[in-house]
Nanobody, 125 residues
């Protein structure tokens, strides 16, 4: 099982970025999947995730309406479209997957088994 995240960069406030996470060795559709981030000096936090049981996309409040998570099953790829970026979105972003159902996936930092290597997003004002 491997996850490869990419798409980070340095952007200005208000800009957009799309992060990509390519999965190999397993089918994303069979796993709980999500995006997490870790800002300097802070704990890793959930950004968006899909619980395989309910199929609902969950978002943390601070990104609702600005971030959209999506998947492309034909490419076995997970995306995070980030719009109207703010300086507080600056962090290293990670994609994660787990074969088990994680009911509270946004708070599942310690529950997800497989992680991508992270891609850095820096939003400058």
């Amino acid at each position: 099982v491997q996850l490869q995240a990419s798409g980070g960069g340095l952007v200005q406030t208000g800009s957009s970025l799309t992060l990509t996470c390519t999965a190999s060795g397993f089918n994303l559709a069979d796993y709980d999947i999500g995006w997490f981030r870790q800002a300097p000096g802070k704990e890793r936090e959930g950004v968006s995730c899909i619980n395989e049981m309910d199929g609902i996309k969950h978002y943390r409040d601070s990104v609702k309406g600005r971030f959209t998570m999506s998947t492309d099953s034909s490419k076995n790829t997970l995306y995070l479209q980030m719009n109207t970026l703010k300086s507080e979105d600056t962090a290293v972003y990670y994609c994660a997957a787990d074969p088990a159902i994680i009911l509270d996936c946004l708070n599942g930092t310690k529950d997800f088994e497989f992680w991508g290597q992270g891609t850095k997003v820096t939003v400058s004002s």
